[in-house]
């Protein structure tokens, strides 16, 4: 029998069940009072591209417009039934902050019209219209299902909203399968020109200390301290750190490393991201449109050293969080901050955004024999390069795409690799992989694409990724019967819904083929079942039929640890227990607190791809800016 020799790490909870998460309005965001049908034998991969071109005088525009005159009048009356009857039976309305000052989704037409009838009367809703300046209603696939999909604005007393409705068949029903909502602008509010205005202020005083010695004295905080740290500037603390100076929040972001972006740098030689360059804008400044497909790591980093400068965002370099403390009376933290030169800073900002990525902590196996290796053992954040690797012998523990990586680089640079799987891992070939973006190759805007990725709730997801998933298997059938030929083992996620819930419940767990499995089909990078293994030894591993498996690199592609194990280290088992998981779907229809109020007052997180953090960090600041002007800016005790 195999001995246990690579303990399974801790992986974040993926349950799922139907239950529905409780509206609790937030009273900070308060005003007043508180083509063709394609059949499942047919779908070919259009269908994930999910666009139905209807006959021009196939009419989208009516069926929406009546349907929004009906809901605004019934959102004014308050009553429940009125309401629930222009649901269908089985819909889902999704909110960001427009309705509840959350993130919410409720599913079904009772529950659905019994809040709507509680939470729409005082918000004074007004302009529930069609969007014209953005893209017009049409007839699509979504989940499978022919429907009307509309983008549609509002307005109400807590600002500007926008969102998108989706009505089953050709929208004669009158009932609303899917409801977006959101808040795109607090009432008191627009994006601010920082530094227009600060141009303006200092223009005609030439003794006057001017843009850039104004923006030195500012991030210094020599004076003062920020309303927010961010902790993290890789590319979510960038992007919330941009949406909130933008939105006038003073706002530091610190990060441990040297420079902005060695997030990237630091990893190994030929990353690439993993998809494509128009999916990944940051908010406000697009890539150029002459950058390449797929952002080497470098460029990305430089990138994001330039995105900081440009969009003015006062970030601490070199900067360690070390630990918080919340003062419950005073309304803020107190926090320890150790700079590069070892000076301890403590600050008392009423915010903590932990922008530290879904997965902060190196796992690090704690595998008994381990320490009788002789040669270098490395967990895969610390791996760089395969050049130093040529001619020499190396096991790569692990199947995710930080494993196949490795071993592809230590392979091109002239190893022998060895890839030891435990678990079975989802395998999808880069361009594959591509097919969940398939919107944003439609020409429509980026915004638009955004609005539309977010008006799909959570289980209209899971279905379009299985579909996706299945997809993706028939195109990739001859590369995954090479790998099973070979005996890696192959898994499809939860019931097959693919690499993108994987991520979303796990963190990781799958591979984008960029050239590692057909190595290993070929034979070239060797793969090992961890059935195979009995225990480390000195020169590399005893295997069950007692062969020796000669190395002198170990790299350990475990993983990383969950956020919990960093909310304990930084603010204590409290605030841990409190906070509770973070990440993964739980019992309900949204990640577990990102992007929203936590159980802590003044702690928030930011995490997940670049197109998430361009997506919701909207969301994110408008809550923090509410908060902020519910206290109108008042000083703090601390
Ligand atoms: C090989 C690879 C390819 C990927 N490709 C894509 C892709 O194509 N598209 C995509 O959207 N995503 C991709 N991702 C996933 C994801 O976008 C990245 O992992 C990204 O780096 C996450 O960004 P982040 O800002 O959330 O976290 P990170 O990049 O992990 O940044 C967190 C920052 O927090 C800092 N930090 C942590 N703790 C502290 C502390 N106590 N004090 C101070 N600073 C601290 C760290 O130094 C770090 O700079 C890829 C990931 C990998 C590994």
Request: glycine content about 10%; charged content about 20%; some cysteine.
């Amino acid at each position: 029998m195999a001995f246990e020799f690579w303990p399974r790490p801790a992986e974040l909870s993926k349950v799922w069940h139907n239950s529905f998460p409780s509206i609790i309005p937030d009273q900070t965001l308060g005003c007043r009072r508180g083509s063709r049908v394609i059949s499942e034998e047919t779908q070919t991969e259009d269908v994930m591209i999910e666009i139905i071109r209807r006959p021009a005088a196939l009419d989208c525009e009516s069926p929406v417009q009546a349907w929004l005159s009906n809901f605004a009048a019934a959102c004014a009356s308050g009553d429940t039934n009125r309401l629930a009857t222009l649901f269908e039976d089985e819909s889902y309305w999704r909110d960001l902050l427009a309705f509840t000052g959350r993130i919410e989704t409720l599913a079904g037409a009772r529950r659905i019209g019994d809040a709507l009838a509680r939470l729409a009367p005082p918000l004074d809703l007004a302009g529930m219209e069609i969007d014209r300046a953005r893209t017009p209603p049409r007839c699509v696939v979504r989940a499978g299902a022919e429907c009307i999909e509309a983008i549609i604005r509002f307005r109400s007393c807590r600002g500007r909203g926008a969102g998108v409705l989706r009505l089953k068949g050709d929208g004669s029903a009158g009932k609303a399968w899917t409801l977006l909502t959101t808040l795109e602008e607090l009432a008191t509010d627009a994006v601010s020109n920082a530094a227009g205005d600060a141009a303006k202020s200092h223009a005609r005083d030439f003794r006057g200390p001017n843009w850039s010695d104004l923006r030195s004295a500012n991030a210094a905080y020599s004076d003062r301290d920020p309303a927010v740290l961010v902790v993290g500037a890789g590319q979510a603390g960038l992007a919330i750190g941009a949406r909130l100076t933008a939105l006038g929040i003073d706002t530091l972001v610190v990060d441990r490393v040297r420079r902005i972006g060695d997030n990237w740098r630091n990893r190994y030689h030929a990353l690439t991201l993993h998809n494509q360059t128009h999916v990944n804008h940051l908010p406000f400044m697009p890539f150029p449109p002459t950058w390449p497909s797929y952002i080497p790591k470098d460029k990305l980093a430089g990138w994001l050293e330039a995105y900081a400068e440009a969009m003015e965002l006062n970030c601490w370099t070199a900067t360690s969080f070390e630990a918080g403390h919340y003062n419950e009376a005073a309304g803020c933290w107190t926090v320890t901050l150790r700079r590069a030169d070892g000076t301890v800073r403590q600050m008392h900002p009423r915010h903590i955004v932990l922008a530290t990525g879904v997965s902060g902590i190196p796992n690090i196996p704690d595998i008994p024999t381990l320490p009788a290796f002789e040669g270098l053992v490395l967990h895969a954040s610390q791996y760089q390069d395969g050049e130093a690797w040529a001619g020499k012998r190396a096991i790569v523990l692990g199947s995710g795409n930080s494993a196949h990586d490795i071993a592809q680089d230590l392979h091109s640079g002239g190893a022998d690799v060895t890839l030891v799987q435990r678990s079975p891992t989802m395998v999808v070939d880069l361009e594959t992989a591509q097919l969940p973006y398939a919107l944003y190759n439609e020409g429509i805007s980026t915004e638009d694409c955004d609005l539309i990725t977010a008006g799909t709730p959570l289980p209209l997801a899971r279905k379009t990724h299985q579909h996706i998933t299945a997809m993706g298997r028939a195109r990739d059938r001859a590369l995954l019967d090479g790998l099973t030929a070979r005996g890696f083992r192959l898994d499809f996620g939860d019931d097959d819904t693919g690499w993108q819930f994987k991520y979303l419940t796990r963190g990781g767990g799958y591979y984008f083929n960029v050239g590692c499995s057909d190595l290993i089909v070929s034979g070239e990078v060797k793969l090992l079942s961890h059935d195979a293994v009995t225990r480390f030894t000195r020169t590399g591993l005893e295997l069950t039929d007692g062969r020796n498996l000669a190395a002198d690199l170990i790299v350990l592609a475990t993983g990383y640890k969950g956020q919990t194990h960093l909310l304990q280290k930084l603010f204590g088992a409290d605030v841990a227990e409190r906070v509770g998981p973070v990440w993964g779907f739980g019992d309900g229809f949204e990640l577990r607190n990102m992007y929203t109020r936590t159980p802590q007052q003044g702690l928030w997180f930011i995490a997940g791809s670049l197109a998430q953090c361009r997506i919701y960090s909207k969301y994110l600041a408008l809550q923090i800016k509410a908060q902020e002007a519910a206290i109108g800016g008042k000083k703090t005790a601390c």
